[in-house]
C-alpha cells in the first residue's frame, strides 16, 4: 500500500514569496482533496477534485491559493505572495468516487512562514 | 452550514480505563460519520465509518461509536484503553457535498 504521498515535508519561506506543494494520490484514487490544518484545530477543507476537474472551492480559499490536477493524477497547490497566516499544514487526501469511500490522508506538508 | 463539535479537547486516562469521547454534528440531512486518529508523528487514519444501518458501528483496534440521530451525535467508545491508544481524535462528518468537516479534536492521554 503506497499510500498517499506529499512533497515537501516541511517548506520553510519568506513572506512575500511562492510556494508550491505536490501530492501524489493512491492510483486507483480518482477524487483528490486538499486540506489546512493549524494547531489546535481540525482539518479544514480547501478544494477537491474528480479526475482533473475542480467540483469545490472554500470560499475561505482567497485568490493567493490555486490548485491543479492537470492529468487527473498528481495535484500541486500554489500559494502566491505567502502571508503569516498561512502558516499551517496541508493535508492531501483521496478517495474512491463511490459516495461509501472513506478518504485516505497524506503527512502533510507543514509551512513555516518567516 | 455544517459543524462538528467535540466537547472534550484533552482527556488523561489511566490504561484499562473506559474511554468515551463525544461528538455533535449540525445538519439537517442525511449524513456520514467518522472517527479519525492521528498517531503522534503519523497521518490522519480510519478508525471507523458509519454510512447506513446499525448505528453502532465497529472499527479498528477495539473501538466503536453510536450514531444517535435524535441527539445528532456519534460518541467513540473503548471499554479498556491501552498506552498505544495515545493520539489525537477527530470526528468529522460528510453531507450533501464530498467534503467532510472536521471537529477540533481530542487529545487523549494514557498513562501506564
Known amino acids: 500500500d503506497t499510500g498517499v504521498s506529499q512533497d515537501p515535508r516541511h517548506k520553510i519561506t519568506k513572506r512575500g514569496q511562492n510556494v508550491t506543494f505536490r501530492c501524489d494520490p493512491i492510483s486507483e484514487h480518482n477524487r483528490l482533496y486538499w486540506y489546512r490544518q493549524t494547531l489546535g484545530q481540525g482539518p479544514e477543507f480547501l478544494t477537491y477534485f474528480q479526475n482533473e476537474a475542480q467540483l469545490e472551492k472554500s470560499r475561505l480559499l482567497s485568490d493567493r491559493f490555486s490548485a491543479e490536477r492537470p492529468k487527473g493524477s498528481f495535484s500541486t497547490l500554489e500559494i502566491q505572495r505567502t502571508e503569516q497566516g498561512d502558516s499551517a499544514m496541508y493535508l492531501c487526501?483521496?478517495?474512491?468516487?463511490?459516495?461509501?469511500?472513506?478518504?485516505?490522508f497524506g503527512d502533510g506538508t507543514r509551512l513555516s512562514i518567516l | 452550514a455544517q459543524s462538528v463539535s467535540q466537547h472534550n479537547h484533552h482527556v488523561i486516562l489511566s490504561e484499562a480505563a473506559s474511554l468515551e469521547l463525544g461528538c455533535n454534528y449540525s445538519y439537517g440531512g442525511t449524513v456520514n460519520l467518522f472517527w479519525y486518529v492521528q498517531y503522534p508523528g503519523q497521518h490522519l487514519q480510519l478508525l471507523l465509518k458509519y454510512f447506513s444501518g446499525d448505528p453502532l458501528v465497529k472499527g479498528i483496534k477495539g473501538f466503536e461509536a453510536e450514531f444517535i440521530k435524535s441527539k445528532f451525535s456519534f460518541n467513540l467508545r473503548k471499554p479498556s484503553v491501552q498506552w498505544s491508544d495515545t493520539a489525537e481524535y477527530f470526528c468529522?462528518?460528510?453531507?450533501?457535498?464530498?467534503?467532510?468537516?472536521f471537529g477540533t479534536g481530542t487529545r487523549l492521554q494514557v498513562f501506564p
Open positions: 487526501a483521496s478517495s474512491l468516487e463511490s459516495y461509501n469511500q472513506p478518504q485516505h
Open positions: 468529522a462528518v460528510k453531507g450533501n457535498t464530498d467534503k467532510l468537516i
